[in-house]
């Protein structure tokens, strides 16, 4: 092993932090009204969720077999039992669904009639420390990102009077780097008939001469979504705090066919071939047939519905927050939505209501006709690939003029109850900003990376080399605590094991196999994160490799849930996928670790995982990271070189 050049810091990063205070309990959330009408608040009362619990029976959990040492024994001994819920248990209110748009209640865990003793320290914890997220309450889908006279602008679905969904706003911030970030005044309120219900999803286009226009969905005093056209007052102003809404709004409302709840959320517009007018797309569906509507415009105030559909896929259901946008297959940088043309593919993507799920395709757009086809019909949208293979949903691409980057941002919402994110005060985080290029390499798919600038945070490298992993192995990585981190690893399979296996775990699925408690010949490997001394706790990222009767080897990037946290009542999935591992690449993984969210992407982005975990013991100093190998059947060295990060300056703009 080499040298560990880490050290315990007198002023830990992490515990510099500002954390939002955890609520006091016999504190509700309150609703205010106005007699504009700018707010539509939602009264809940903090009490109420609180009462509806009890203490579950907490369950140890375990892993794997024929260990090497005493930690090996400590996670076999801890990885193999199951959770169990008591048979009587209080689901949450629905929420969104009503008013036509996706569950935005996590549904996968119970509101379980025992409240798991959160701890101020635990609760606190949670709070990620480089992701952006607002000081208080609820956020979901990233909206209208942009970039203006050296400012980034993100606007998002924001609640501002509580942390679960409801009186849905834009809420505003800016950043000069797309790390630190200075929260804004709201943008703009449900305070018109065309929007009283919500300000819901939308996107920004600017325009050749600088003009920045804005066009969302908004949920109508009717509960109708219409498409609704806004822009800055004062286009001079870097920070665009001020919004008009057009007087002359709804520009768009659904057309004859078309449930007056499923027209939603509008692309950035690109030009169509005459150069005059521009087009914009928005999803929908007919029965359960998921669809991309296309609109030509020529002034952003008058529409016209073009014959057909962009796209449409069979049994995907409702599309949502669809994104269209070209990548360059011979170049790196990334391209303006307009763009097309020899050395262009385009990217069509939906986020399904029925799965919640954002899927992608690679495919040919054809202008004249304003229709896309897959380049895959089995990889089309909705079927095949997706952008990001754990809890992540609503994404949107913006094209940044200024460094020639296509930029990904992403939801990520809670996994655990919403009385535990009212006593948090606060729910959902954005995933660092990704920059999208295609893979040139496999032809397939596109590649997903942090943009460069998350690289700032890092302090503090250490690296360890060529550490010999034999079946059923663990190795600590002695870094102190493994709570806010930027980890790159590889990993090498005995070659002469791998070529002489003839077959292995054929028809292997992450979801479905158990997690990394299931040992193969070749699988698992990987890495061990927000794992305790005791192993009590512990969430792996790893690789499996399956391999047919054929000798043809599948590889599967998994990340496993399923003992990140003895809190019963928290999300504890096992989430992946399979990914393309080229002759002569090694296995090799990037995770950005912060607090409770952890992204994984594996060969330099062909798949990404975002984890939502909750751990009560693997938290502060207590937090360890481990190599492991848990297959039968092969040793594997192991790479890895891994940052402490500082915490993000993220604050209210009044403190300028």
Not at 275 to 283: A, N, R, S
């Amino acid at each position: 092993m080499a040298a560990n050049h880490s050290r315990t810091l007198p002023n830990d990063p992490e515990l510099a932090v500002s954390y939002a205070p955890l609520l006091d309990q016999s504190q509700s959330e309150t609703s205010s009204s106005s007699s504009d009408q700018r707010r539509r608040p939602i009264k809940v009362l903090a009490g109420i969720f609180l009462s509806s619990l009890f203490l579950l029976t907490l369950v140890v959990l375990t892993v794997f077999q024929q260990p090497h040492d005493h930690q090996a024994q400590a996670m076999n001994a801890n990885l193999d039992k199951s959770s169990s819920f008591p048979s009587s248990s209080l689901n949450p209110p629905s929420r969104g669904v009503s008013q036509g748009v996706s569950e935005k209640t996590f549904r996968d865990v119970f509101e379980a009639n025992d409240v798991f003793p959160w701890t101020n320290a635990m609760l606190s914890w949670q709070r990620t420390s480089y992701h952006f997220q607002p000081e208080k309450n609820w956020m979901n889908d990233p909206n209208g990102p942009l970039f203006h006279m050296d400012w980034y602008h993100l606007f998002y679905q924001y609640n501002p009077d509580s942390a679960i969904w409801g009186n849905i706003t834009w809420g505003h911030a800016v950043s000069r780097d797309l790390i630190h970030w200075l929260y804004l005044p709201l943008a703009m309120v449900p305070d018109r008939p065309f929007d009283i219900n919500g300000v819901w999803t939308g996107s920004a286009t600017t325009l050749p001469d600088g003009k920045i226009v804005i066009l969302y969905t908004g949920d109508n005093a009717d509960l109708v979504q219409v498409q609704n056209l806004a822009y800055p007052a004062n286009l001079s102003d870097p920070l665009l705090l001020d919004w008009i809404k057009y007087p002359g709004n709804p520009v768009m409302v659904p057309p004859p066919g078309i449930g007056k709840k499923d027209f939603r959320d509008p692309t950035t517009a690109w030009l169509a071939p005459d150069g005059k007018k521009w087009l914009v797309t928005l999803g929908s569906k007919i029965n359960k047939t998921g669809i991309a509507l296309v609109y030509e415009t020529s002034d952003f105030k008058s529409y016209r519905l073009l014959d057909g559909v962009l796209h449409s896929v069979p049994h995907t259901g409702m599309w949502e927050c669809v994104d269209f946008y070209p990548v360059s297959t011979v170049e790196d940088n990334g391209l303006d939505t307009s763009a097309n043309g020899p050395g262009t593919k385009h990217v069509l993507k939906a986020s399904l209501d029925d799965d919640k799920h954002d899927y992608y395709a690679l495919g040919a757009y054809d202008p004249y006709n304003s229709s896309w086809t897959p380049d895959n019909r089995e990889l089309d949208v909705g079927i095949g690939l997706r952008v990001d293979y754990g809890k992540y949903y609503a994404s949107k691409t913006f094209y940044d003029q200024s460094t020639k980057r296509r930029i990904l941002w992403g939801w990520t919402g809670e996994t655990d109850s919403e009385a535990t994110d009212l006593l948090k005060g606060w729910a959902s985080v954005q995933t660092i900003p990704r920059n999208v290029v295609f893979d040139k390499k496999t032809g397939t798919n596109i590649l997903q990376w942090p943009v460069e600038e998350v690289e700032k945070l890092r302090f503090n490298a250490t690296e360890f080399d060529n550490i010999k992993l034999e079946p059923g192995s663990i190795v600590p990585l002695n870094i102190g605590s493994a709570t806010q981190l930027d980890i790159i690893a590889s990993f090498e399979v005995d070659s002469e094991t791998l070529e002489a296996t003839v077959e292995a775990d054929v028809g292997y699925n992450c979801t479905t196999s158990g997690g990394a408690a299931g040992r193969g010949k070749l699988g698992p490997f990987g890495l061990l994160v927000f794992a305790d001394d005791s192993l009590s706790e512990l969430t792996p990222v790893y690789y499996y490799i399956s391999k047919g009767t054929d000798g043809t080897a599948e590889t599967h990037f998994c990340a496993d849930e399923s003992r990140s946290s003895e809190a019963p009542n928290v999300g504890k999935l096992v989430y992946g996928s399979t990914i393309p591992v080229l002759d002569g690449e090694k296995f090799n993984a990037r995770l950005l670790v912060d607090h409770s969210i952890i992204e994984s992407f594996g060969q330099g982005g062909r798949a990404v995982i975002t984890s939502r975990v909750y751990p009560t013991k693997a938290i502060y100093g207590a937090a360890r990271l481990f190599f492991f190998n848990n297959a039968t059947g092969v040793s594997v060295t192991a790479s890895a070189k891994i940052w402490h990060m500082q915490a993000a300056d993220i604050r209210p703009f009044s403190q300028l």
